[in-house]
């Protein structure tokens, strides 16, 4: 089925906040492809989205596989015969320290986090650039702004992302192409629930942290699409991380320095 209608490809729709952002481009009236190794979440969200005017397709597959992502990419294009916005959301979520961490799970965590992102875009791109307005929106994190204690392979991941951005917009930015960078803040997305840990109370005190103090991916999602709409390339949601921000970049020094001293004083860490 080819169609006239906008098509967004979302990763890691199948729950959390690709979830809600599946929803909400369906109310922009997009048509959507939505990814995920989850089966059954991507059953659960299409029934969601579907309208009788949207056409949905699903595509069960790893990011970490480039090969399942390039077969995904055409997949997507026969079906809708277009690519108009592709949000790279999929991700997975690892704590434990540097010394304590096996190296396959950091391994795992920037082959999904990063690579996933880098083998989407790098498939996409060219259909990307036939559409009249095209988008890249990669879903980073604070942590990839500063180097959170036993954080290190989802902080790395995300600060990777930033650079990939980075070059992206520099190659980019003189083209038709609009790209932009999210850093949204706490959400309770399942993300934590689901995560490995080093110490099993880590990942319950970190979930109850982020359960206290998130903001609701509906109001994430809404700022997503609005920033998309106006053009924006960083988008920083909510005080916290804009202060983050101004700290990584203006303090770095005195940032990790009082990281290092008052990491024993977070539970969760």
Known sequence: MRTTRKTAIITGAGGGLGEVLAIEFAAKDYDLALVDINSKGLSKVREKVRTPKNFISTHIADVSYPSQV??????????????????????????????????????????????????????????????????????????GLIGFPNKIAYSSSKAAMRGFTNCLWTEEGDKNLHVMIVYPPAIDTGLIKNAKFWKLEKRTLEFEFVRKNSISAEFVAKRILEGMEKKKKILKIGFTIRMIDIASRYFPETTHTILTKLKNRFDFV
């Open 70 to 143: 390039e077969k995904t990419v055409r997949s997507v294009e026969k079906q809708h015969g277009r690519i108009d916005v592709l949000v790279n959301n999929a991700g997975i979520y690892i704590a434990a320290p540097f010394s304590q961490l096996d190296l396959s799970d950091f391994k795992k965590v920037m082959d999904v986090n990063f690579m996933g992102t880098v083998y989407f875009t790098k498939y996409a791109l060219p259909i990307l650039q036939k559409s009249d307005s095209p988008s890249v929106i990669n879903i980073c994190s604070d942590f």
